[in-house]
């Protein structure tokens, strides 16, 4: 359609120019006939138009270890029952254009729902001294005194859901990992609950949550290396942020 229109924009200068010249009464023949100008001309269209960032989600706050202590932090472990407690506080699940939160953007179609998915490797917590990396007389293994995982939701925004616990007593299976934050696609799809690409008001989900990490090491145990302090190594929990269609 729009070729057409420019065909017949530059067919009326040139069909006004294709004119007789009219009649010299005294050459008695007719001038020759002329055209002025260019007969036809290429147009090249053209346009432009500005985008912004794409969005994507991010998880921020998960620490890299955590720290577990009795909460009386000047008992010892005599033999008996020694609970170890830790906590990894301020963890959010974000979605924006940037690492910044509320940085507008645009889906483009792409994936819109999001998973925080922690599972763990290992079952066991093997203990050391700085004299000896191999005295595993306090080891223990999650069967006799299993990891407790409790996830606390904070200020999260609609759609969120959660499942708040989870206790590691055996190796990881398929299924087992606890969800401490999730949102379907079916609840981002809308601009009803979230547009992040408005210009006037741009909204965004988000969830923050907390962890708190609980064991113990079991009673009856003797270590190898008396008035030693023991460090221990705990099954590794990986936190893995799945994307939703």
């Not at 794409?54 to 909460?71: E, F, H, K, Y």
């Not at 910044?100 to 490797?121: H, I, L, P």
């Not at 055996?170 to 934050?181: I, K, L, N, R």
């Amino acid at each position: 359609m729009i070729n057409k229109k420019l065909a017949a924009l530059l067919a009326v200068p040139v069909s006004g120019l294709l004119i007789i010249a009219g009649t010299q009464s005294n050459v008695g023949a007719f001038a020759a006939t002329a055209i002025d100008g260019t007969a036809a001309q290429d147009v090249t269209t053209s346009a432009s138009a500005e985008s912004i960032l794409q969005c994507g989600w991010r998880i921020t706050g998960v620490a890299s270890s955590i720290s577990l202590a009795n909460a009386d932090p000047t008992l010892e472990y005599v033999g008996s029952r020694y609970s170890l407690n830790g906590s990894d506080t301020d963890i959010k699940v974000f979605l924006s254009g940037a690492a910044t939160e509320s940085t507008r953007c645009s889906f483009y179609n792409d994936y819109k729902g999001s998973q925080v998915k922690v599972a763990w490797d290992g079952s066991s917590f093997t203990s050391r001294t700085a004299a000896s990396e191999t005295d595993t007389s306090l080891s223990w293994n999650v069967s006799d005194s299993p990891l407790r995982l409790v996830y606390t939701t904070g200020t999260c925004t609609t759609g969120f859901t959660s499942s708040d616990s989870v206790t590691v007593s055996s190796a990881f299976s398929a299924g087992s990992e606890v969800v401490p934050a999730a949102i379907p696609a079916s609840a981002v799809d809308t601009s009803v609950e979230y547009d992040p690409s408005s210009k006037e008001s741009p909204t965004f989900p988000s969830c923050g949550f907390s962890a708190a990490f609980s064991t113990a090491i079991p009673s009856n145990k003797t270590p190898n290396s008396p008035g030693s302090q023991y460090s221990f190594t705990g099954p590794r929990l990986t936190t893995t942020l799945v994307l939703e269609p």
